[in-house]
């Protein structure tokens, strides 16, 4: 089956740039997103990439995504400490007709004052 | 505003017991799903239903069972509670009519069994 892959763990001091990392395997992947969980809370999207480009920005964030390497990455620009959460990559194959999605395991991320 | 409701934030249960978690979304939306969520092992699907009655097993379905009889409504049962049951468990739902297929997630609920 589909496999997502990303780090667990990421610390960056404010104001810094922060760049989440993901690798995925299905190579006919449609759309990937990012997901951001806060404590104690469900997942929200944060932002999608259709899978015919190759970045897609919004704000402070910026997608990358190499199809040739089936990479992707989230950049967030001027991080803050309410940046602070757990952030989700997430794939959907060509053959997820039925809405299913597939989720890395989550990098934590934090954000020191 | 989309919404998704899950029926309890915290619920503790014996082992053996029973369990039943509900979800409700208000968006008329076709797809449904259960997921737990364990640190360092992410999300796991183990449910989605993409119509009323209608379920197809995830990644995880073993000691579970599901329950779709109206479209608002999906439920996980676990019909006799394991401690390897204690989890956080999300409910999400997204609709077909949306070509990027966002799934909206439940506050979601913490499960102890002891």
């Known amino acids: 089956g589909e496999d997502v892959e990303q780090s667990l763990f990421l610390s960056v001091r404010e104001g810094d740039s922060s760049v989440i990392n993901c690798t995925y395997t299905?190579?006919?992947?449609?759309?990937l997103y990012w997901y951001k969980q806060e404590p104690g809370a469900g997942l929200q999207l944060l932002t999608y990439?259709?899978?015919?480009?190759d970045m897609k920005q919004d704000q402070r964030l910026t997608v990358l995504l190499n199809k040739k390497d089936k990479h992707l990455s989230l950049r967030i620009a001027d991080t803050q400490t309410g940046d602070s959460a757990i952030y989700f990559c997430?794939?959907?194959?060509?053959?997820?007709?039925?809405?299913?999605?597939?989720f890395g395991r989550g990098t934590q991320l934090t954000v020191w004052p | 505003d989309v919404k998704v409701t899950q029926s309890s934030r915290y619920l503790v249960k014996r082992t053996g017991e029973k369990v039943f978690l509900e979800c409700v979304q208000d968006?008329?939306?076709?797809?449904m799903f259960w997921y737990r969520q364990d640190p360092g092992l992410g999300l796991r699907l183990i449910y989605f239903?993409?119509?009323?009655?209608?379920?197809e097993k995830g990644d995880i379905p073993e000691g579970y069972s599901v329950s779709r009889e109206k479209k608002e409504r999906f439920s996980l049962i676990l019909e006799s509670a394991s401690t390897n049951q204690t989890s956080m468990y999300l409910c999400?739902?997204?609709?077909?009519?949306?070509?990027?297929?966002?799934?909206?997630f439940g506050p979601g609920t913490r499960l102890t069994v002891l």
């Open positions: 968006m008329d939306h076709e797809n």
């Open positions: 239903s993409y119509d009323v009655k209608m379920k």
């Open positions: 999400a739902s997204s609709t077909r009519k949306m070509r990027y297929n966002e799934q909206f």
């Open positions: 997430a794939e959907r194959g060509r053959g997820s007709t039925l809405g299913r999605l597939y």
């Open positions: 990439i259709f899978s015919n480009m």
């Open positions: 299905d190579s006919s992947s449609t759309y």
